[in-house]
């Protein structure tokens, strides 16, 4: 998190039926709220591009969307 300069670092699994997470950090440098598995953070485009890069390439794979 120093290296990077970032101020929290969260990640989440999913095996089967279970789900860990875990949060280090704080929430922003403005007001730093110290992280836990129950902060909630807003979607920002570190997750919609993601996304829809995944949809798209799902139909590309089968032909059915030349990229």
Do not use: C, K, Y
């Not at 670092?9 to 836990?36: A, K, S, Y």
């Amino acid at each position: 998190m120093q290296h990077l300069h970032v101020p929290v670092w969260q990640i989440g699994l999913i095996n089967g039926d279970q789900d860990n997470q875990r949060g280090f950090g704080v929430t922003n440098l403005e007001n730093p709220l110290p992280v836990n598995d129950a902060t909630l953070f807003q979607i920002g485009s570190i997750t919609t591009e993601p996304f829809t890069a995944t949809m798209a390439m799902r139909p590309n794979e089968r032909a059915l969307l030349d990229l």
